[in-house]
């Protein structure tokens, strides 16, 4: 599975974007995804997970509420809304997927099979 983020940009605080995840391969429907996010000099950090069939969502607690994670199986493409964006939500966001993992096991760096190349969010105060 090859993943591609996209979406990232510029915005000033309390606004929102949308970010996406489009994968290649014809077993999407059987990856579950997530995104995570690394700010500079800081740890990546787990945002966000769902299920293979889109059932189940887990958020990390400093998104939840204002994220919202979801996906498109059709287009094999994943989404993240943000709203609500603070100062502390500016980094890059990757994507990722495991095979028919748990939305929980997504939320574990080392349990993800693959990775996509990030795209940076910049929130201005």
């Known amino acids: 599975v090859q993943l591609q983020a996209s979406g990232g940009g510029l915005v000033q605080a309390g606004g929102c974007l949308r970010l996406?995840?489009?994968?290649?391969?014809?077993?999407?429907?059987?990856?579950?995804l997530g995104w995570f996010r690394q700010a500079p000099g800081k740890a990546r950090e787990f945002v966000a997970a769902i299920r293979w069939d889109g059932l189940t969502t887990y958020y990390g607690d400093s998104v939840k509420g204002r994220f919202t994670i979801s996906r498109d199986n059709a287009k094999n493409t994943m989404y993240l809304q943000m709203n609500s964006l603070e100062p502390e939500d500016t980094a890059v966001y990757y994507c990722?997927?495991?095979?028919?993992?748990?939305?929980?096991?997504?939320?574990?760096?080392?349990?993800?099979?693959?990775w996509g190349q990030g795209t940076l969010v910049t929130v201005s105060s």
């Open positions: 990722a997927a495991a095979l028919r993992a748990s939305v929980q096991r997504m939320s574990i760096m080392g349990m993800l099979e693959y």
């Open positions: 996406s995840c489009a994968a290649s391969g014809r077993t999407f429907s059987s990856y579950s």
